[in-house]
């Protein structure tokens, strides 16, 4: 969120209608003779009535201190100021921050009470009482905990859960805990910067499309390379815009006029992991050990290609 939503949204933290009070108010008037006067002096009462007191009153005054300089003193808003430069505030961490919350590309898992978001910059872990926030850049991850469970209510399988520790090297940044699905965890590899140490030997069930996406990818990088032309300038992926397309599609698995694979005269528009997902997509998902052997049609020209015929350029 942005500063002004911030702040919107603590002004708007304001005690609910005293209902406490109300009844206690109520039940005295409703009241006659001796039960309003035990109403007034029992020692319950009192207690109850001065805690109904005491509750809106110390959240108005917890309220009032963090709309101070400006919401400056809300939790949030000290978290946010460890990472803003000298000349900025908090606001403007809090401004990048939207922005790049507002990217569709953003990675987002677990549940809206224990929420992971990641982003180009930002690791966040957002609870229902707290925002935890660390910078891509300044922390070290660490795989710590696995957890098993033997039927998940979704998808009536069984599912295993990841718990991952973020440590940042600003001391001023606590560390927190990340908790994701493990079948997640290939797509949170590829929104960070940084590696996650496995400590302590996790062993990770991921789904069949993110282990085949790795034994894709190791395939590609035994394959011949395509020497770019000096005057050629690659554009970003048509699949995903976040990098630039480094693959082009050459039938070299056999000579010209022979096999099924035919040759793509498409220039450079797809990343090596945008294109191994389009291989797996096109496959027979009840037949995984045929997926390598399989050919596919380009995504753009629809020449039918194999795993070998993919270039990587250089």
């Not at 282990?211 to 394959?223: A, C, G, H, S, Y």
Request: with cysteine.
């Amino acid at each position: 969120m942005n500063s002004s939503h911030l702040s919107w949204c603590l002004s708007n933290i304001s005690p609910q209608p005293m209902l406490p009070e109300s009844y206690y108010a109520g039940m005295c008037v409703a009241s006659s003779g001796e039960k309003q006067f035990y109403f007034l002096v029992s020692k319950g009462w009192l207690i109850y009535l001065v805690t109904a007191v005491l509750i809106p009153a110390v959240a108005s005054l917890v309220v009032l201190y963090w709309s101070l300089n400006k919401w400056g003193k809300h939790p949030i808003a000290r978290s946010l100021v460890h990472y803003a430069l000298p000349q900025s505030g908090w606001r403007a961490v809090a401004s990048s921050v939207n922005t790049e919350f507002r990217r569709i590309d953003k990675f987002a898992s677990g549940a809206p009470g224990a929420r992971v978001i990641v982003t180009d910059t930002w690791v966040m872990k957002v609870t229902t009482y707290n925002v935890h926030i660390a910078q891509q850049q300044d922390i070290h991850l660490t795989l710590t905990e696995s957890r098993q469970h033997e039927l998940c209510p979704d998808l009536n399988t069984p599912v295993q859960f990841l718990t991952i520790r973020v440590s940042s090297i600003n001391p001023n940044v606590k560390p927190f805990d990340i908790r994701l699905n493990s079948t997640e965890y290939g797509e949170l590899r590829e929104k960070l910067h940084t590696t996650v140490r496995n400590a302590h030997n996790v062993v990770i069930h991921q789904s069949l499309s993110d282990m085949f996406l790795d034994t894709f990818k190791i395939q590609v990088e035994l394959n011949q390379r395509y020497h770019l032309s000096g005057n050629q300038e690659l554009e970003p992926c048509i699949g995903c815009m976040q990098i630039a397309a480094n693959i082009k599609l050459i039938k070299v698995c056999r000579e010209p006029n022979e096999g099924e694979c035919q040759q793509c005269y498409c220039r450079p528009m797809w990343c090596l992991t945008c294109m191994g997902k389009w291989f797996a997509s096109r496959q027979d998902q009840q037949h995984p050990e045929t997926w390598l052997s399989n050919r596919v049609p380009c995504p753009t020209c629809r020449s039918k290609f194999c795993i070998l015929d993919i270039c990587i350029v250089c």
